[in-house]
């Protein structure tokens, strides 16, 4: 099947998860082979959503592990003198 | 048999192997070796602050709302099944507390997902003519790192909420169904919806056409 950049765009998601149909992906890559612009797009979202899943692009709070235990340990503590 | 099955294969042996490992530490916390449950959050805790983060967009709320969660999930320890993962279950009691503080910032006339579900929304894509990769360790650069940032700040909360969920935590569409308690099916159209989003806010500020932000790149890699 043919299909235009329109159709091609609406499967980017389901394409980068990897749950397209066999025939889909294969009529997507048939696109891709000769659309610069779909191309473009298709690996600026993959390359985009590498970025925003790496542990850089978001930090925690300094000390955000020991208040979140602290806290923690603090009402275990209360809850088991019955406060 | 291919290497995608061989994969899933093996990652759901982990899951499976994983899975009975929490059981038999949540059996031991609720039989009163309590210190256990810090070593049953910690591999969570990350995933559990930017998930509250993603939807309140607001640091010290988040850790609130992160701390409140997990002693709720304490409390509520008993009363675990197991027909959810546990990361999973927890995260659900994240979200559950991160959309109600959401509410009451935002004022209770206001639906979590009003401004979601309800437009139509343009989703297509920012077409350019060609896309050179960044790679991972432009992420040294904070300019990069925050012009991500403001992106996902600019999305819907319900869709900021899938992408942390599929694309920084890196769970499983079913498992992102689980913990917002939406059909798999609505996970993939917010998914979509985000992620294209995310294409169109910051492709044209990262293209190479577009001197701009690459221009300051290659600036500061010069040193000048």
């Not at chain 2, 008993?78 to 009451?104: C, H, P, Q, V, Y």
């Not at chain 2, 432009?138 to 969920?165: D, F, G, H, Q, T």
């Not at chain 2, 989003?197 to 040193?223: E, V």
Request: glycine letters at 6%; charged letters at 30%; hydrophobic letters at 40%.
């Amino acid at each position: 099947m043919t299909l235009d950049c329109k159709h091609v765009w609406a499967q980017v998601s389901e394409y980068i998860d990897g749950t397209v149909t066999a025939e889909m992906k294969k009529d997507i890559e048939r696109h891709l082979s000769g659309c610069r612009y779909c191309s473009a797009v298709f690996d600026s979202t993959r390359n985009i959503l590498v970025l925003v899943g790496d542990e850089r692009t978001f930090e925690l709070p300094v000390g955000f592990g020991e208040r979140l235990h602290g806290h923690l340990r603090t009402w275990m503590n209360s809850a088991d003198s019955g406060a | 048999m291919n290497s995608a099955t061989d994969n899933r294969d093996v990652k759901q042996a982990a899951g499976v192997a994983e899975a009975a490992h929490e059981a038999n530490v949540i059996a031991r916390i609720l039989a009163g070796e309590r210190e256990l449950f810090h070593e049953l959050i910690r591999p969570y805790e990350r995933g559990l602050y930017l998930a509250a983060y993603a939807i309140v967009q607001h640091e010290a709320d988040a850790e609130d709302i992160t701390q409140e969660a997990v002693i709720k999930a304490y409390k509520a320890l008993k009363s675990f099944r197991g027909d959810a993962r546990f990361g999973t279950w927890l995260m659900a009691i994240t979200l559950n507390e991160a959309r109600n503080r959401w509410r009451k910032t935002k004022g209770d006339q206001l639906d979590f997902l009003s401004d979601c579900e309800e437009s139509t929304g343009d989703y297509t894509p920012s077409v350019l003519a060609d896309w050179r990769y960044i790679p991972s360790e432009e992420l040294e650069r904070k300019e990069l790192r925050k012009a991500l940032r403001e992106a996902i700040a600019k999305l819907s909360p319900a869709y900021r909420e899938v992408l942390i969920l599929r694309d920084v935590r890196g769970m499983s569409i079913s498992e992102t169904a689980e913990a917002t308690g939406v059909s798999e099916g609505l996970v993939k159209v917010r998914l979509f919806r985000a992620r294209l989003s995310m294409q169109k806010l910051l492709a044209p500020q990262l293209a190479p056409k577009q001197r701009g932000f690459m221009g300051w790149l290659t600036r500061k890699a010069g040193g000048q």
